[in-house]
C-alpha cells in the first residue's frame, strides 16, 4: 500500500496522521503496521497517535471551529460536494485499500465507497434544508423563533468492518452542519480514514475541519477525546460493550452521543413466503462482508412446514460461495479480520454442536483467516450462537410453528438493531413489523441499508440514527429566543 505516495509520506513510507491540515508524525515518531488479513502482510506502517496528538487534533479542531461555522451552508455543501466528486474518481483505489486491509471483496469495497461517498453526496444538499422555526408570540410586542446551530468539535470513533462507509456517515453530516471533527479509526484498519481525509483536504475542507490520529491504543485516544472539554460530541460505531465503556467516559462531560451498536438480527421465513426470495435475502443478509456486518441476519426462524426445503435451497447456495482473497476475481467470501474473530466464531459452532446442532454445510476453518461458509440446523433456542452476535458466515437455522412463538423468540434479545421477516401475506407483514422491537425491519427484503435511511438501532442497539434527513440532527443544537421590546 506504499505504493500509494498521494495518501502515504512517500519517502519515509509512513502514513502519517492527518491533523490541522496535513501530515503529522506521531509523538516520539512511534508508529504500528497494518496487515492484509488474508495472507498476514504487512502492507503499511502508520504513525501510531497518544494522548497528546489527540489533543493536538482537538485543538486544531477548536481552532478550525469559527471560521467553519461561519460559512453559509451552501458554501460548506460546495466543498462536500468536490469532496464527493474526489471520492468517486478515486473509487477503484479506494476499494484497494478497503479490501487490502480488512478482506471484504473488491465488488463490496467498491459498493462500500460509493456508499460511503453517498453520504457525503447526501449531506452536502441537506446543508442547505437546516431550518429554524418561528413560533406564534406567547405574549404582545415580542417574537419568538428558533434557530439551529453546530454542536462544535467532534469526535468519531469507527470499525473496521466498512472503514470507509462507517466513518462517512459521521463526518459528512457533522461537517454540512458547520460541526469539525476528530476520528479515530480501529486500528485494523486506519488507511481507508486516512486516504478519505486526504481527499477532503484536496476537496477544500480548511485545515483542522476533520482530523483523523490513528492508533493502536484506543483506550488512550479514546480518553482523551471522551475527557475533552471542547468535544461536544462523540459518535461511535462498534461493539455494545465498547459503547457501553465510552458512554460513561462521555458522562462526565455532558457530551451529546450517537451510539451505532451490536446486533443479533433474526431472520424469520413463513410458510406463506417466496422461498426462492427468502433464500436470495438470506444469502445477501448473512454473506455479506463474510457474515462481518452489524445487520447480519444472525439466526433464521423458519416455519416448520418449509423447514426442510429452506434449508435445502440454502444450502445449495452457500455450497457454491467462493471463498478467498478479496482482491482475487470471483472472491464471494473474504477472510475473517483477526484471530480473535475466527476463534469466537468456531467457539460459536461448536457449542452449538454440543447442544445437538447438525451442520448441514461447511463449519471449519480453512486456512488463515478463512471460514467456510456454514449453515447449522437443529440449533436449541438459548444456543449460545443464537445469544451473541456471531459476526462470521455462520446461518443458525431452529424451526418455529406460530406467528406468537417466533415474534417472543425474535425479541428475547437486548439487541434491536435490523430484524427481517419473509411473508406473502400482508396482514402478517404489519403484524409483524408492529410487533418486531428493532430500529429496521426488512419485509421480503435482506439488504435495506442506504444513505436515504435513518440507520440505527434501539434498546442496547444504541440511539441515534444516521443518513436520511434525520442524521444531521445529530450534529446541531437547537437554540430557542425571545424577541421583546416590539410594541408600538
Ligand atoms: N450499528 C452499526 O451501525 C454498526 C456498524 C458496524 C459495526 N457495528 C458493530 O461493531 C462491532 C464490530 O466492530 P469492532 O470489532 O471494530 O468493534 P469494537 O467495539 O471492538 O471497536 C470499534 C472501535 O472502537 C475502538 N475501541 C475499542 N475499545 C475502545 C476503548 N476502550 N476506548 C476507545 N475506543 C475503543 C476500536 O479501536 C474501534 O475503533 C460489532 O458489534 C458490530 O455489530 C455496528
Ligand atoms: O455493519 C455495518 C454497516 O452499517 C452495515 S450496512 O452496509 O450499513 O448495512
Known amino acids: 500500500m506504499n505504493d500509494m505516495p498521494r495518501f502515504s509520506n512517500a519517502d519515509q513510507q509512513i502514513w502519517q496522521a492527518l491533523v490541522d491540515g496535513g501530515p503529522r508524525a506521531a509523538a516520539g515518531e512511534k508508529t504500528f503496521t497494518v496487515r492484509n488479513p488474508a495472507n498476514g502482510d504487512v502492507i503499511a506502517t502508520v504513525a501510531d497517535c497518544s494522548c497528546d496528538d489527540a489533543l493536538s487534533a482537538i485543538d486544531a479542531a477548536q481552532r478550525a471551529l469559527p471560521e467553519w461555522r461561519a460559512r453559509t451552508a451552501a458554501e460548506r455543501g460546495t466543498i462536500l460536494r468536490r469532496w464527493y466528486d474526489l471520492m468517486i474518481a478515486e473509487e477503484d483505489t479506494l476499494a484497494r485499500l478497503i479490501t487490502a486491509e480488512m478482506g471484504k471483496p473488491l465488488g463490496e469495497a467498491l459498493g462500500e465507497v460509493r456508499y460511503g461517498a453517498g453520504y457525503i453526496k447526501w449531506f452536502a444538499e441537506e446543508a442547505e434544508r437546516v431550518y429554524g422555526e418561528i413560533i406564534p408570540a406567547p405574549v404582545g410586542g415580542a417574537k419568538a423563533f428558533v434557530t439551529r446551530e453546530p454542536v462544535g468539535v467532534c469526535a468519531a470513533i469507527t470499525p473496521w468492518n466498512f472503514p470507509n462507509a462507517m466513518l462517512m456517515r459521521k463526518v459528512a453530516p457533522a461537517l454540512a452542519a458547520g460541526c469539525t471533527m476528530v476520528a479515530k479509526p480501529a486500528e485494523d484498519t486506519p488507511l481507508s480514514a486516512l486516504a478519505a481525509a486526504q481527499l477532503a483536504i484536496e476537496a477544500g475542507v480548511p485545515a483542522g475541519v476533520f482530523n483523523v490520529v490513528p492508533t493502536s491504543n484506543a483506550g488512550e485516544v479514546g480518553r482523551a477525546l ?75 426462524y423458519v416455519q416448520r412446514e418449509i423447514h426442510d426445503a429452506f434449508c435445502a435451497k440454502l444450502v445449495e447456495r452457500v455450497r457454491a460461495l467462493k471463498v ?165
Open 226 to 300: 471522551t475527557e475533552s472539554e471542547v468535544v461536544r460530541k462523540l459518535s461511535f460505531t462498534g461493539s455494545t460493550g465498547v459503547g457501553r465503556k465510552l458512554l460513561a467516559q462521555c458522562a462526565g462531560t455532558v457530551k451529546r452521543t450517537s451510539m451505532e451498536l451490536g446486533g443479533n438480527a433474526p431472520f424469520i421465513v413463513f410458510a406463506d413466503a417466496d422461498l426462492d426470495a427468502a433464500v436470495d435475502g438470506a444469502m445477501a443478509s448473512k454473506y455479506r462482508n463474510a457474515g462481518q456486518t452489524c445487520v447480519c441476519a444472525n439466526r433464521f
Open 324 to 488: 478467498g482473497d478479496g482482491a482475487q476475481d470471483g472472491t464471494e467470501v473474504g477472510p475473517l479480520i483477526n484471530q480473535a474473530a475466527l476463534d469466537k466464531v468456531s467457539r460459536l459452532l461448536a457449542e452449538a454442536v454440543e447442544g445437538g446442532a447438525r451442520i448441514a454445510t461447511g463449519g471449519a476453518s480453512t486456512e488463515g483467516l478463512f471460514f467456510e461458509p456454514t449453515v447449522v440446523a437443529d440449533v436449541a433456542r438459548d444456543a449460545s450462537i443464537v445469544r451473541e452476535e456471531i459476526f462470521g458466515p455462520v446461518a443458525p437455522i431452529i424451526a418455529f410453528d406460530t406467528e406468537e412463538e417466533v415474534v417472543a423468540a425474535a425479541n428475547d434479545t437486548p439487541y434491536g438493531l435490523a430484524a427481517y421477516c419473509y411473508t406473502r401475506d400482508l396482514g402478517r407483514a404489519w403484524r409483524m413489523s408492529d410487533a418486531l422491537e428493532y430500529g429496521m425491519v426488512g419485509l421480503n427484503e435482506g439488504i435495506i441499508s442506504s444513505v436515504a435511511a435513518p440507520f440505527g438501532g434501539i434498546k442496547q442497539s444504541g440511539m441515534g440514527r444516521e443518513g436520511s434527513r434525520h442524521g444531521i440532527e445529530d450534529y446541531l443544537e437547537m437554540k430557542y429566543i425571545r424577541m421583546g421590546g416590539l410594541s408600538a
